[in-house]
């Protein structure tokens, strides 16, 4: 069974997450190295095809070619919300223990630690990192207090659960542009009910109502229905309908 770890979100809901095991970030790494060398070789002809003067080339290779190598970790991770193209491939990504979102700081952090974590070592040191911390984390996710987890795989058995659990044959959708949602968001209002049922507290019931006005903003509605637990049942079951 793969090993979970929860985060509790900047509004007070807290996401299990089953950490990514070493095969997966290793994989993930590779497709990376893959996708950025078949970038450089596309790059090589392009700029020989176009400039007959070596120097040219050899000057646009290290002015705009050699920073996207460098830098093609923390900036993917930064524009897609942890991700890389190895990750998302894998179903991978990376959040922060405490729940915020991730920064550009962060994402260097963890980059930093590279030299280290894997080229200086052969990836040997990241490999037992990831294999034997609680929290499977090289030394890069340590200093910048992260996690790789995994999101895809987690979301479609918690979204397949429901599906089990409540009966959507003769559902009709009330708030169609609810397709306009993410995998996340629906992931989070679903296990922001489960722990409210669990764990029969305010601090629960009141993450829903903050989860309910979220998510009113963003299908466009004027004001939170009256029921707000209803309210997001009901978003989860369109979602569920109106995308499967």
């Not at 999101?151 to 429901?162: C, G």
């Given at each position: 069974?793969?090993?979970?770890?929860?985060?509790?979100?900047t509004q007070n809901v807290v996401i299990d997450y089953d950490l990514a095991i070493s095969r997966d970030r290793v994989l993930a790494f590779f497709i990376d190295q893959f996708v950025i060398g078949v970038f450089m070789v596309l790059c090589i002809f392009i700029l020989f095809s176009i400039f007959t003067s070596e120097d040219m080339v050899i000057t646009l290779w290290f002015l705009f070619i050699m920073p996207v190598f460098v830098f093609y970790s923390p900036l993917s991770e930064s524009f897609f919300n942890g991700r890389t193209i190895?990750?998302?491939?894998?179903?991978?990504?990376?959040?922060?223990?405490?729940?915020?979102?991730?920064?550009?700081?962060?994402?260097?952090?963890?980059?930093?630690?590279?030299?280290?974590?894997?080229?200086?070592?052969?990836?040997?040191?990241?490999?037992?990192?990831v294999s034997i911390t609680d929290r499977k984390q090289r030394f890069g996710d340590m200093i910048s207090n992260a996690v790789v987890v995994k999101s895809a795989s987690s979301l479609r058995i918690t979204l397949a659960q429901l599906n089990r659990i409540d009966s959507l044959k003769d559902h009709e959708p009330k708030y169609p542009q609810v397709v306009n949602l993410d995998e996340e968001d629906m992931l989070l209002a679903k296990q922001s009910l489960e722990r409210m049922h669990r764990f029969s507290n305010s601090a629960h019931t009141e993450a829903v109502n903050q989860l309910a006005e979220r998510l009113a903003l963003m299908l466009g509605l004027d004001a939170v229905p009256d029921k707000p637990e209803v309210f997001v049942r009901t978003v989860l079951k369109d979602y569920i309908v109106l995308t499967r």
């Amino acid at each position: 069974m793969a090993k979970t770890i929860d985060i509790r979100t900047t509004q007070n809901v807290v996401i299990d997450y089953d950490l990514a095991i070493s095969r997966d970030r290793v994989l993930a790494f590779f497709i990376d190295q893959f996708v950025i060398g078949v970038f450089m070789v596309l790059c090589i002809f392009i700029l020989f095809s176009i400039f007959t003067s070596e120097d040219m080339v050899i000057t646009l290779w290290f002015l705009f070619i050699m920073p996207v190598f460098v830098f093609y970790s923390p900036l993917s991770e930064s524009f897609f919300n942890g991700r890389t193209i190895g990750k998302i491939a894998m179903g991978l990504k990376v959040v922060r223990l405490d729940g915020r979102e991730l920064t550009l700081t962060d994402n260097l952090l963890r980059w930093a630690f590279r030299l280290l974590d894997i080229w200086m070592t052969l990836g040997i040191l990241a490999t037992l990192m990831v294999s034997i911390t609680d929290r499977k984390q090289r030394f890069g996710d340590m200093i910048s207090n992260a996690v790789v987890v995994k999101s895809a795989s987690s979301l479609r058995i918690t979204l397949a659960q429901l599906n089990r659990i409540d009966s959507l044959k003769d559902h009709e959708p009330k708030y169609p542009q609810v397709v306009n949602l993410d995998e996340e968001d629906m992931l989070l209002a679903k296990q922001s009910l489960e722990r409210m049922h669990r764990f029969s507290n305010s601090a629960h019931t009141e993450a829903v109502n903050q989860l309910a006005e979220r998510l009113a903003l963003m299908l466009g509605l004027d004001a939170v229905p009256d029921k707000p637990e209803v309210f997001v049942r009901t978003v989860l079951k369109d979602y569920i309908v109106l995308t499967r």
